[in-house]
């Protein structure tokens, strides 16, 4: 939008380039913050593949990880987050989940119907993803089990996941101080 050169303040006039410039600059800090965050990622990627191929593993680049320098006053963590969501089938790996329960547990050993009721439980009506996917990574060999999990694992979705990477050095105190 063109606005006639009358209609603008002397204020205007000179607010407008320091504006320009401001904004100029910021643009400018912000797209070299971005390659130095490319470089730092790309970087520890490396030292982190060389670290797997060192132990005759290949890394999938799905995980997160730390990196510490050898007298661990730098440390680097490279994260991932997943946003995940769940769909109305969550209710039929409940279901699945209390079946197994049942099936099991009489009162003398209920401890792990706490834990997968736990998993279950919501914040704010909304249930826990990340306590959900731990249900996954348990290892029972059980059909009922199995099947919970299954009806679990069809009820995710990722909807989106974000890569981030922090950088921390050791103050006078010792403690860890975000850069």
């Not at 593949?49 to 680049?61: I, L, V």
């Not at 050898?70 to 969501?85: L, P, T, V």
């Not at 736990?118 to 914040?123: C, E, G, Q």
Request: net charge positive.
């Amino acid at each position: 939008m063109t606005v006639p050169e009358s209609a603008v303040s002397p204020y205007d006039k000179k607010k407008e380039p320091k504006i320009q410039s401001m904004c100029k600059k910021l643009r400018d800090a912000k797209a070299k913050l971005a390659e130095v965050e490319d470089f730092v990622m790309r970087t520890a990627d490396e030292l982190n593949r060389d670290k797997y191929a060192a132990n005759g593993r290949e890394w999938n680049n799905l995980e997160s990880y730390t990196l510490k320098s050898y007298d661990m006053s730098i440390k680097i963590e490279s994260r991932k987050n997943s946003k995940i969501e769940l769909n109305d089938d969550v209710n039929l790996a409940i279901h699945a989940f209390n079946e197994y329960l049942d099936k099991l547990l009489t009162n003398q050993n209920a401890d792990i119907r706490v834990l997968v009721t736990r998993a279950f439980s919501t914040n704010k009506g909304e249930l826990n993803a990340t306590r959900l996917t731990g249900l996954l990574s348990v290892a029972i060999n059980d059909p009922l089990w199995k099947k919970a999990c299954d009806l679990l694992r069809s009820a995710m979705s990722t909807n989106s996941t974000k890569r981030y990477i922090k950088m921390y050095v050791k103050d006078a105190n010792g403690e860890y101080v975000d850069v």
